[in-house]
């Protein structure tokens, strides 16, 4: 029997449990800022000097040394420090750079290979959606081994090329990471080894319903994301969460656990791999809210809304592929969802003014030859070529009610008047046409499918039979294959 099958068959059995699929959390905020070397030639800040003159100043490329102690940007809310190409910014050992509720941002403008290490920035009161470092979006910052902490705004915004090593992003007002650059988006980000947790302090969501700007990290429009190897914990909303023409991420031995709402939440965008991470305790406080209304929502703990594979756009991969990861006691499992009123100019997208990258403009999208291919297709985000395999999903004996669910859905189609997807097509699609795909699977606990739209909800052997065909060679306390 292969090795796949027979650990199923003890996880099923509860004879083994589910073991990480990664190493242990990033835990960088425990460890303070990293410190490091002085570089010989670097230029010495003692707390008192005026940084951002001293920045005006000397000439692209020149390194800072900030000494130990309490930085400060002077008494406006417009003090902040504007880097030059190449400028880097060390500190030694207990450098704070302090906005003291009064600046909003640390790092600004547009300038290159800026290079931020060291630091503990904090106090800094950014506007919503805006970021405290790399506020403008520059391109390649390297920003590794900080604490970025109890800021308004987000902890950094992100720019093209951006390298986001082993910092501690925590107790931020809206996110640790806002990934978004206005015009040309962002190509090329790496967010690697850093602890992410604690962040929308602010609490966004009630502030403003359904704005959609919370959480640990969000990303708008990224062509081109490795996001591997963090600790993604405890935020106010999802952990991670891709919004928009989104593409080719790489999502890798992350562990993301104890976060509100989903722990991934990827929306109109395409061609992922999620890959060898561990899910533990996400959407709890979410998906007893939606039970609490009495909503029959399959909440996701990963929650694919109108996303897919999609070769025409160039990628490392043509599918979203769910592979290795383990879930532990999270509300729910994977929810593929599309929303049959959600098209390129539909009066019901979000994200209005914004098409599908196969699709030239917005005004395209309009009767009547929306009605007809390839705009029939391609003005649509399709929930399609995804593929589920190899994963865990376990939960304890206490998940009762709208809990422990997968689901693969649509709604039926009713609005604007002139939409081609009215009715039952898009549900249709979804589940039976656009190769979406569960297999080889290890599960745990009494899970249950939604499956069509919201009015069907199957067992195992339902979901297994036809005209559902899905886990095939999975295991559900049984032998699989």
Same mark, same amino acid.
Not at 225 to 251: C, K, M, P, Q, Y
Not at 387 to 413: E, I, K
């Given at each position: 029997?292969?090795?796949?099958?027979?650990?199923?068959?003890?996880?099923?059995?509860?004879?083994?449990?589910?073991?990480?699929?990664? /190493?242990? =959390?990033?835990?960088?905020?425990?460890?303070? =800022?990293?410190?490091?070397?002085?570089?010989?030639?670097?230029?010495?800040?003692?707390?008192?000097?005026?940084?951002?003159?001293?920045?005006?100043?000397? =000439?692209?490329? *020149?390194?800072?040394?900030?000494?130990?102690?309490?930085? &400060?940007?002077?008494?406006?809310?417009?003090?902040?420090?504007?880097?030059?190409? @190449?400028?880097?910014?060390?500190?030694?050992?207990?450098?704070?750079?302090?906005?003291?509720?009064?600046?909003? !941002?640390?790092?600004?403008? #547009?300038?290159?290979?800026?290079?931020?290490?060291?630091?503990?920035? $904090?106090?800094?009161?950014?506007?919503?959606? #805006?970021?405290?470092?790399?506020?403008?979006?520059?391109?390649?910052?390297?920003?590794?081994?900080? *604490?970025?902490?109890?800021?308004?705004?987000?902890?950094?915004?992100?720019?093209? $090329?951006?390298?986001?090593?082993?910092?501690?992003?925590?107790?931020?007002?809206? !996110?640790?990471?806002?990934?978004?650059?206005?015009?040309?988006?962002?190509?090329?980000?790496?967010?690697?080894?850093?602890?992410?947790?604690?962040?929308? *302090?602010?609490?966004?969501?009630?502030?403003?319903?359904?704005? @959609?700007?919370?959480? @640990?990290?969000?990303? +708008?429009?990224?062509?081109?994301?490795?996001?591997?190897?963090? +600790?993604?914990?405890?935020?106010?909303?999802?952990?991670?969460?891709?919004?928009?023409?989104?593409?080719?991420?790489?999502?890798?031995?992350?562990?993301?656990?104890?976060?509100?709402?989903?722990?991934?939440? !990827?929306?109109?965008?395409?061609?992922?791999?999620?890959?060898?991470?561990?899910?533990?305790?996400?959407?709890?406080?979410?998906?007893?809210?939606?039970?609490?209304?009495?909503?029959?929502?399959?909440?996701?703990?990963?929650?694919?809304?109108?996303?897919?594979?999609? =070769?025409?756009?160039?990628?490392?991969?043509?599918?979203?592929?769910?592979?290795?990861?383990?879930?532990?006691?999270? +509300? /729910?499992?994977?929810?593929?969802?599309?929303?049959?009123?959600?098209?390129?100019?539909?009066?019901?997208?979000?994200?209005?003014?914004?098409? &599908?990258?196969? %699709?030239?403009?917005?005004?395209?999208?309009? /009767?009547?030859?929306?009605?007809?291919?390839?705009?029939?297709?391609?003005?649509? +985000?399709? *929930?399609?070529? %995804?593929?589920?395999?190899?994963?865990?999903?376990?939960?304890?004996?206490?998940?009762?009610?709208?809990?422990?669910?997968?689901?693969?859905?649509?709604?039926?189609?009713?609005?604007?008047?002139?939409?081609?997807?009215?009715?039952?097509?898009?549900?249709?699609?979804?589940?039976?046409?656009?190769?979406?795909?569960? !297999?080889?699977?290890?599960?745990?606990?009494?899970? $249950?499918?939604?499956?069509?739209?919201?009015?069907?909800?199957?067992?195992?052997?339902?979901?297994? @039979? /036809?005209?559902?065909?899905?886990?095939?060679?999975?295991?559900?306390?049984?032998?699989?294959?």
């Amino acid at each position: 029997m292969p090795v796949f099958l027979i650990l199923s068959l003890l996880l099923a059995a509860g004879v083994v449990t589910a073991s990480p699929a990664t /190493a242990a =959390p990033a835990a960088v905020c425990d460890a303070g =800022p990293a410190s490091p070397s002085k570089p010989d030639d670097a230029v010495v800040i003692e707390p008192g000097i005026d940084l951002s003159a001293k920045t005006r100043e000397l =000439p692209a490329g *020149t390194t800072f040394w900030l000494a130990g102690g309490k930085h &400060t940007l002077g008494p406006d809310e417009f003090g902040q420090i504007i880097p030059k190409d @190449g400028n880097a910014y060390f500190g030694a050992p207990g450098a704070v750079l302090d906005g003291g509720g009064v600046n909003r !941002y640390a790092f600004t403008q #547009q300038a290159r290979d800026v290079v931020i290490r060291g630091l503990t920035i $904090r106090g800094f009161a950014a506007p919503l959606d #805006q970021g405290v470092v790399n506020h403008d979006s520059g391109e390649h910052w390297i920003i590794e081994g900080n *604490t970025i902490e109890d800021n308004r705004g987000a902890a950094m915004m992100a720019g093209p $090329r951006q390298e986001i090593r082993r910092n501690c992003l925590r107790n931020n007002g809206q !996110y640790g990471i806002n990934a978004y650059r206005a015009g040309d988006g962002i190509t090329g980000l790496l967010v690697e080894g850093n602890e992410i947790s604690g962040n929308n *302090t602010d609490d966004w969501e009630q502030k403003v319903p359904g704005c @959609g700007c919370s959480g @640990g990290v969000k990303f +708008w429009a990224v062509d081109g994301a490795d996001v591997r190897g963090n +600790w993604v914990h405890h935020n106010h909303g999802a952990g991670l969460w891709a919004d928009t023409n989104n593409n080719d991420f790489l999502i890798e031995d992350n562990v993301i656990e104890d976060n509100e709402a989903e722990a991934l939440f !990827y929306e109109i965008s395409y061609n992922l791999v999620v890959r060898g991470n561990t899910f533990r305790r996400n959407t709890l406080v979410q998906g007893r809210a939606f039970a609490a209304r009495g909503d029959d929502f399959p909440v996701g703990t990963i929650y694919l809304s109108e996303s897919g594979g999609e =070769p025409r756009v160039r990628a490392r991969t043509s599918l979203i592929e769910i592979v290795d990861n383990v879930f532990e006691d999270n +509300w /729910a499992g994977i929810t593929l969802w599309e929303n049959a009123d959600r098209f390129c100019n539909s009066p019901a997208n979000t994200s209005s003014g914004s098409c &599908t990258r196969l %699709v030239p403009s917005v005004s395209s999208c309009s /009767a009547p030859g929306i009605a007809s291919r390839p705009l029939y297709d391609d003005c649509r +985000w399709k *929930t399609q070529r %995804v593929s589920v395999h190899g994963n865990r999903f376990s939960h304890g004996s206490g998940c009762t009610g709208f809990c422990g669910r997968m689901a693969l859905l649509a709604n039926f189609g009713t609005y604007p008047d002139w939409s081609p997807y009215r009715g039952s097509v898009i549900s249709d699609a979804v589940t039976f046409r656009q190769e979406n795909r569960w !297999y080889e699977n290890a599960y745990s606990g009494d899970w $249950r499918f939604v499956v069509h739209d919201t009015s069907r909800t199957v067992g195992f052997a339902e979901w297994r @039979g /036809a005209p559902y065909s899905q886990d095939a060679c999975s295991s559900f306390g049984d032998g699989g294959c």
